[in-house]
């Protein structure tokens, strides 16, 4: 019997998408439990299914799993999204905390409450094109140019959890953070077309961000 699994995170992509893209990636049934930002504190308390007060959680046959990044981790191993083997396991994770290094960037400037609107869309614009944030997508190009060219995947022939990270974290900025790097921008649309989410991703209805 399969596990029944329920996913609680806010009704925003966030932290939880990518555990989202990975059940709908391999068609994998799951109870998408999206709670709005004035209902949590009424189910915050519940340490049975958010131990650590906070989300994304996964429930897992009714037992509660913490952390994002574990719970994408895990996800992909089950389903067979994590690599064939170590070394490509080794690229996956090398793009995903490459991802992350330039989310928690811009994330320092979503959270500054010093900037009004039009200072923190400047400060985004700045951060889509400063050098650090180029060599990161840089070498994310460079992982991707070592399988196929650069015309197919992060690794193998068909998408892993690196391919729906980089996906995810593209589609949370503006767009023209991909403007230099072609072979990106070509992912990212076979992603975004691929038969096993393009279902999803045309009724998908929940912003990137509060």
């Given at each position: 019997?399969?596990?029944?699994?329920?996913?609680?995170?806010?009704?925003?992509?966030?932290?939880?998408?990518?555990?989202?893209?990975?059940?709908?990636?391999?068609?994998?049934?799951?109870?998408?439990?999206?709670?709005?930002?004035?209902?949590?504190?009424s189910?915050?308390?519940?340490?049975?299914?958010?131990?650590?007060?906070?989300?994304?959680?996964?429930?897992?046959?009714?037992?509660?799993?913490?952390?994002?990044?574990?719970?994408?981790?895990?996800?992909?191993?089950?389903?067979?999204?994590?690599?064939?083997?170590?070394?490509?396991?080794?690229?996956?994770?090398?793009?995903?905390?490459?991802?992350?290094?330039?989310?928690?960037?811009?994330?320092?400037?979503?959270?500054?409450?010093?900037?009004d609107?039009?200072?923190?869309?400047?400060?985004?614009?700045?951060?889509?094109?400063?050098?650090?944030t180029?060599?990161?997508?840089?070498?994310?190009?460079?992982?991707?140019?070592?399988?196929?060219?650069?015309h197919?995947?992060?690794?193998?022939?068909?998408i892993?959890?690196?391919?729906?990270?980089?996906?995810?974290?593209?589609?949370?900025?503006?767009?023209?953070?991909?403007?230099?790097?072609?072979?990106?921008?070509?992912?990212?649309?076979?992603?975004?077309?691929?038969?096993?989410?393009?279902?999803?991703?045309?009724?998908?209805s929940?912003?990137?961000?509060?």
């Amino acid at each position: 019997m399969s596990p029944k699994y329920v996913l609680n995170y806010f009704n925003i992509q966030g932290k939880g998408e990518v555990a989202r893209l990975l059940f709908h990636c391999k068609g994998v049934e799951f109870t998408d439990n999206q709670i709005s930002f004035q209902d949590w504190p009424s189910h915050k308390s519940d340490h049975s299914r958010f131990p650590l007060g906070q989300m994304p959680t996964l429930e897992i046959d009714g037992h509660a799993v913490c952390q994002s990044a574990a719970i994408n981790s895990y996800l992909a191993e089950t389903f067979g999204l994590n690599g064939a083997n170590a070394s490509e396991r080794l690229v996956i994770n090398q793009v995903c905390e490459t991802l992350n290094d330039f989310w928690m960037d811009y994330l320092e400037v979503w959270k500054n409450k010093t900037l009004d609107s039009d200072q923190k869309t400047a400060a985004f614009a700045e951060l889509l094109v400063k050098d650090t944030t180029k060599l990161k997508f840089s070498f994310l190009e460079s992982l991707l140019k070592r399988n196929h060219d650069g015309h197919g995947y992060f690794v193998g022939d068909s998408i892993t959890l690196g391919d729906l990270v980089f996906f995810h974290t593209a589609g949370m900025v503006d767009k023209s953070l991909l403007n230099d790097f072609p072979l990106l921008t070509e992912l990212n649309n076979r992603v975004r077309h691929s038969a096993e989410l393009k279902s999803y991703l045309d009724s998908r209805s929940h912003p990137p961000m509060p």
